[in-house]
């Protein structure tokens, strides 16, 4: 539990100083949506959690809108 808690805590710091050095519009949005994106490749490609070419596909276009929204985000923030 202790090693996590440092980890955890090193990533904090890391987000803290992203956020402050990105803006909070950007900063925040890539700290909430990359962990997702990390969380979800390692589900699929690790794990086989979401099989089946259909849902692949959604997952992939959810993803792909995901992004989309982050660049979107980014570009037209105010920084």
């Avoid at 992004?67 to 985000?73: K, S």
Wanted: net charge positive; glycine share 10%; charged share 10%.
């Amino acid at each position: 539990a202790f090693v996590s808690g440092c980890i955890w805590s090193v990533g904090f710091l890391f987000m803290i100083k992203g956020i402050h050095e990105l803006g909070f519009a950007v900063g925040y949005t890539l700290d909430a949506v990359g962990p997702i994106i990390i969380a979800s490749i390692v589900s699929i490609c690790w794990f086989k959690e979401i099989t089946g070419r259909r849902q692949l596909m959604i997952y992939w276009t959810a993803e792909a809108l995901q992004l989309l929204g982050v660049i979107l985000i980014t570009v037209f923030s105010k920084q």
